[in-house]
């Protein structure tokens, strides 16, 4: 009986020391205050900013910003590095046509990074960015939305604003369940401030290509105007981004 009470305090004592360390586990809230991880973001203003994951693609990104300049709106690309690289044209239309050009990984990768190797992942596509089009990106997306205390702190240090995607605006658009059902998923909760998540490249993305103009067609009628994230960060919450211009070769 007494091993069995000493075996049952030992227990109690390994229970109460693991406890505190779940408690201490950092959620969505405790990274916003940060001010540097963003979901969405609050305004009165009727703005939205439009966001395409794994470009460059020399197929679909080209068709995805012709639809944009038919509708005169602006949107954010968080690009692979490897993909800018070999595609370095789309990344020069895509600044020279106003829109905003994001980190997302090298790779393509992120999750289980440590942070020398995410450090350089983030190094290596912002020098890639910066060497096509003389222009360093400051925002960056982590890799399927995960995020941990080791990610967000990396990218901060880095001088990076954090933007991950508004939770109601998630499309899934490449499980391709259609056009029509892309569509309707951001138009049917649409509010302003949204960050919309949507994907330029990673495999056949005609729905996507098809959904985007319905989408767009929908927010002109209703007033909204699709600017990049940059720019709804200054107006919603006066961050002025840190991106910075170098003459491009």
Same mark, same amino acid.
């Given at each position: 009986m007494k091993r069995f009470c000493w075996i049952l305090f030992i227990? *109690?004592?390994?229970? !109460? !020391?693991?406890?505190?360390?779940?408690?201490?586990?950092?959620?969505r809230n405790d990274f916003e205050k940060t001010d540097h991880a963003f979901w969405n973001l609050k305004t009165d203003e009727k703005m939205?900013?439009?966001?395409?994951?794994?470009g460059p693609d020399p197929v679909y990104t080209p068709q995805i910003l012709d639809t944009l300049e038919k509708y005169h709106a602006k949107a954010?690309?968080?690009v692979i590095g490897a993909h800018a690289e070999e595609n370095p044209h789309i990344i020069q239309r895509e600044v020279e046509e106003g829109h905003e050009v994001?980190? /997302?990984t090298y790779h393509h990768f992120s999750r289980f990074a440590g942070k020398k190797v995410l450090a350089k992942e983030l190094a290596q596509t912002s020098d890639?960015?910066?060497?096509i089009s003389?222009?360093?990106?400051? *925002?960056f997306r982590p890799v399927g939305g995960y995020y941990n205390d080791t990610i967000i702190q990396t990218a901060i240090k880095g001088n990076y604003e954090v933007?991950?995607? !508004?939770? /109601?605006?998630?499309?899934?658009?490449?499980?391709?369940?259609?056009?029509?059902?892309i569509a309707r998923h951001v138009i049917s909760s649409v509010r302003p401030g949204d960050i919309i998540l949507l994907h330029d490249a990673g495999g056949d993305r005609s729905q996507t290509v098809k959904a *985007?103009?319905?989408?767009?067609?929908? *927010?002109?009628k209703e007033g909204y105007e699709c600017v990049t994230v940059s720019e709804m960060l200054y107006r919603a919450k006066s961050i002025i981004p840190k991106f910075q211009l170098f003459p491009s070769d």
């Open positions: 227990l *109690l004592i390994i229970l !109460s !020391s693991v406890h505190p360390a779940k408690a201490a586990r950092k959620t939205v900013a439009i966001t395409f994951d794994d954010t690309f968080f994001a980190n /997302h890639t960015i910066q060497s003389g222009y360093r990106p400051s *925002l933007i991950l995607w !508004s939770w /109601h605006q998630d499309t899934e658009d490449w499980k391709r369940p259609g056009a029509d059902k *985007l103009d319905t989408i767009l067609k929908f *927010l002109t």
